[in-house]
């Protein structure tokens, strides 16, 4: 059974930072790139940040990019997001994503697949 578990949300103070974790099992974690993506309320689903399967390329939002940190650990199966310089518009709903295009790999031909975990809350308040 796939999962992707996403920890680390919770309330912060402006300028405050935060490490977000996702945790995943049932699949080949190091075969997958695995973004981050946060969703506001009544708004799209937007990508943060995403890293390759083996961790050496990182891609950022260009409108982020410098206050978020994107890595992975894949003997862990874990990636993580790392925040700082908390503002109260970072509050949203932060979503981890692992993906694997189609294609062959060492045992066979597969599609496509896409996961996404369940969430976590961060709100940025005083």
């Known amino acids: 059974q796939v999962q992707l578990v996403e920890s680390g949300g919770g309330l912060v103070q402006p300028g405050g930072s935060l490490r977000l974790s996702c945790a995943a099992s049932g699949f080949t974690f190091s075969t997958y790139a695995m973004s981050w993506y946060r969703q506001a309320p009544g708004k799209e689903r937007e990508l943060v940040a995403r890293i390759s399967s083996s961790g050496g390329n990182t891609n950022y939002a260009g409108s982020l990019k410098g206050r978020f940190t994107i890595s992975r650990d894949n003997a862990k199966k874990t990636v993580y997001l790392q925040r700082s310089s908390l503002k109260p518009e970072d509050t949203d709903v932060y979503y981890c994503?692992?993906?694997?295009?189609?294609?062959?790999?060492?045992?066979?031909?597969?599609?496509?697949?896409?996961?996404w975990g369940q969430g976590t809350q961060v709100t940025v308040s005083s």
């Open positions: 994503h692992a993906n694997r295009p189609a294609g062959y790999y060492s045992d066979g031909f597969y599609p496509r697949y896409d996961y």
